[in-house]
């Protein structure tokens, strides 16, 4: 290891930290993965978010263009800033993934890039990814909720 630096955030408002080795490769570091690492189930399950993370983006674009930004629960119209996509109205994306991955041989049978790579981890299996992608198409129902909404609501 080289150092540590404050890197811009991944997700969210808040910087986080990235180690740069000694080749000059980065990788994003978090003491509270350190402390409780996630599990392989974890790890390719936030893989699979980001594979369909530009169709959930896509489906929150049309819905500001369509100018539809109320809230599919109240009716209440949404403020662009305080907006979430959810899966509330069908199964959630827990349910998909894990039917997804009993569908290919189960959470041990998607490989991932590692967490060196730019950006988060993916499939390493590109059709793979692109097969996850049409499922989540065909099966995801998305909606808007205001942020309050969406921590109220029941978790399955």
Not at 23 to 41: E, H, N, Q, V, W
Not at 110 to 119: F, K, Q, R, V, W
Request: with cysteine; proline share 6%.
């Amino acid at each position: 290891m080289e150092a540590f630096v404050i890197a811009p955030p991944l997700q969210g408002p808040y910087p986080g930290f990235e180690v740069i080795r000694t080749d000059g490769t980065r990788i994003d570091f978090s003491y509270l993965a350190c402390l409780k690492p996630p599990s392989y189930r974890q790890q390719v399950s936030a893989a699979m978010r980001v594979e369909v993370k530009d169709d959930v983006s896509a489906y929150f674009t049309s819905r500001v263009a369509a100018n539809t930004l109320v809230s599919d629960e109240s009716g209440r119209e949404l403020d662009i800033t305080d907006t979430h996509v959810s899966y509330y109205r069908g199964p959630s994306f827990a349910e998909l993934a894990a039917a997804f991955t009993e569908e290919v041989g189960g959470w041990g049978a998607i490989e991932l890039t590692t967490s060196s790579d730019p950006g988060r981890g993916q499939f390493t299996d590109r059709s793979l990814a692109e097969r996850w992608r049409k499922y989540h198409q065909e099966h995801a129902v998305l909606g808007l909720l205001s942020s309050q909404e969406n921590l109220r609501r029941p978790r399955r």
